[in-house]
């Protein structure tokens, strides 16, 4: 690269418009939207569309709601003109679309063209030619006065050709290519050309391309503006444009140039087109339906959507394509995960849409919430939790997450890819020992009346305790703590509760294949660092035994291994 671009690379000079107004207004509803998929996005395809899969992307455009749908370049191979053909001869255009095919401004080409339309109900004829200064000088050597000249005779001759076929209601659409680099006095009289050759006060569409994104999209606006201001008040003239996004600013020019008057927009599904693209439709009309505005295209199954488009294009959508990629909803990272979660939680039906980092409701365009959260190194307790209590039905008290988190750690470091919600509850079931925790067997527990009418609860039964059968008794204010009593008398094990908690479970839990219940147990053993126990099972006095034997077994096996510990591992 060079030290100093300038010597090589010139600014983009700004426009005069000082008193421009698009930059306070807002954009309130829905343009006209054109798809150009079949031309501008298949003409930049490594291997065009065949008939077939052009006819799939036209009945996927019809179905999400376009009503202008640029068919392709009839002029220019076999399969466009034939493809016209099929769609006007097999009656396949719904009566509330109009196709549109496009054409240079080059004689033998514009007959042609017009002819693949014959039998149509409504045509849009597009005609352009470059206006701009390397074309004008480079590609064609023609003067502005030439150039003009090139446009009012080509206009004439669409007109001719179509007043010749009064059965078909006809739109000429006129784009000065290369708008965007064009000096804006030489686009004006070039539309001006257009408009006057095609006939004062019939319709006509003025499409106004970034080619080539040539500056900043403010740039672009103003240009639109400039344009627009002249043609207010002439209701026969359509403002569109057409951008492109070399510069990685489509959406944000397409914006703006609403902003600035424009009322029609071109571009394609997901951004396909030439270089880096055409503007991405589904992009700006689902950036409009996050501002509450209707878009009038229907992007439910965004998925299904795009599955269609990579067929018919032969080319992937990206991971983190906006709106439809497959990682855009995902978040990894633990803070985010933590925010996601509690404002999850505190969402009531009805409310506005608010959830941090999900700029809009994945259902609404059909994806579930499954993969909004999932686990890698940079996670934390948060987004683990959400996994396991969407996917096993569990609700892990907020201490047993951060205690859980550090197993979680141990086998990332060790694995160090992403973990499943399967990965992460087999290791929460190793880690807590629920195949593990023995249940009291011959369980029996009574109610009587203790010293000042207060209740007490007798509990009894056998417990298998490391490799040896224990006859355990003990009573206490309730079956957990009389169990807690019973088992430290027959164990000689100091154990107090710190915290309990209990929840009926949802989900598919598949320790004990028919839990009903999950307990929590945070114990205190031997006045050692407190650990947490859980117990799931069929009813929750189980759950709970259970939870308290796996709090012991796990507080005796960290006991273990600060007076054994193991052989410091090798560095190589
Ligand atoms: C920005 C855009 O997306 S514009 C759309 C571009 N899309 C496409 O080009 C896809 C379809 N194109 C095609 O199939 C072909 O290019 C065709 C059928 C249109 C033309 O093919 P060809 O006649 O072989 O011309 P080719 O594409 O090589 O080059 C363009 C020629 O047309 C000339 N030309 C372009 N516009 C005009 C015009 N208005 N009047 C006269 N000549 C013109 C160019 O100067 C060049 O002529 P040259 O070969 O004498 O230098
Ligand atoms: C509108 C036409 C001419 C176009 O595809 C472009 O300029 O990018």
Not at 143 to 150: K, Q, R, Y
Request: charged content about 20%; some cysteine.
């Amino acid at each position: 690269m060079l030290t100093h671009p300038a010597s090589k690379y010139r600014a983009f000079a700004p426009i005069a418009l000082t008193d421009r107004t698009w930059p306070d207004a807002q954009i309130g509803r829905a343009p006209r939207w054109l798809s150009t998929d079949l031309r501008d996005g298949n003409q930049a395809l490594i291997e065009p569309m065949d008939l077939q899969r052009k006819l799939r992307m036209f009945e996927l455009l019809v179905r999400i709601g376009f009503k202008e749908i640029e068919v392709g370049f009839p002029a220019a191979s076999q399969v466009e003109w034939d493809f016209v053909r099929q769609l006007i001869e097999e009656d396949r255009i719904p009566e509330d679309v109009t196709i549109q095919v496009m054409t240079p401004a080059r004689e033998e080409l514009i007959e042609r063209t017009v002819q693949s339309l014959a039998g149509a109900r409504r045509a849009i004829v597009h005609v352009y030619n470059a206006v701009a200064p390397v074309w004008r000088e480079v590609v064609f050597g023609m003067s502005v006065p030439e150039v003009i000249a090139l446009i009012d005779r080509h206009v004439r001759q669409v007109r001719a050709l179509t007043d010749a076929r009064p059965e078909t209601d006809w739109v000429l659409q006129y784009s000065p290519e290369t708008f965007s680099l064009a000096e804006l006095d030489v686009s004006l009289a070039a539309c001006e050309a257009a408009i006057s050759a095609w006939g004062a006060g019939r319709p006509i569409i003025l499409n106004l391309p970034t080619t080539v994104e040539a500056a900043t999209p403010n740039v672009f606006a103003d240009q639109i503006e400039w344009m627009a201001r002249r043609f207010a008040g002439r209701p026969e003239v359509v403002l569109s444009v057409h951008p492109h996004n070399d510069r990685g600013t489509g959406t944000a020019a397409a914006e703006f140039a609403l902003m600035a008057g424009a009322h029609r927009v071109e571009g394609c599904l997901f951004g396909n087109g030439e270089r880096t693209g055409n503007l991405d439709i589904v992009n700006v009309a689902l950036n409009m339906y996050v501002q509450g505005v209707a878009p009038q295209l229907d992007f439910s199954d965004i998925d299904a959507i795009r599955a269609e488009v990579e067929h018919c294009n032969q080319l992937p959508v990206p991971a983190r394509h906006p709106y439809a990629g497959d990682l855009v909803y995902t978040s990894f990272s633990g803070s985010h995960q933590d925010a996601i979660k509690k404002a999850f939680a505190a969402r009531r039906e009805g409310d506005l849409w608010a959830i941090p980092y999900l700029p809009i409701d994945p259902k609404d365009l059909g994806r579930s919430y499954e993969a909004v959260i999932r686990v890698n190194s940079q996670s934390g307790k948060g987004g683990m939790a959400y996994l396991l209590e969407a996917d096993y039905g569990v609700q892990l008290p907020r201490r047993l997450q951060i205690e859980f988190s550090q197993a979680v750690q141990r086998a990332m470091d060790v694995q160090g890819k992403e973990l499943s919600a399967a990965d992460l509850w087999s290791i929460f079931c190793s880690e807590y020992a629920l195949q593990e925790a023995p249940a009291l067997q011959q369980r029996r527990i009574a109610a009587r009346e203790g010293a000042q009418g207060v209740a007490q609860t007798e509990l009894s039964g056998r417990l298998h305790w490391q490799g040896r059968e224990h006859a355990l008794q003990g009573s206490g204010n309730g079956p957990v703590d009389a169990f807690v009593n019973a088992q430290g008398a027959a164990t000689g094990h100091g154990i107090r509760v710190l915290d309990y908690q209990e929840h009926a479970m949802g989900g598919t839990g598949s320790v004990g294949g028919d839990a009903r219940a999950a307990a929590y147990v945070e114990l205190r053993v031997d006045d050692g660092r407190p650990v947490f126990g859980v117990g799931m099972d069929h009813d929750i006095v189980s759950a709970a035994i259970r939870a308290v034997t796996s709090g012991l077994l796990r507080a005796t096996r960290s006991q273990a291994t600060a007076q054994h510990p193991a052989e410091p591992a090798l560095v190589a």
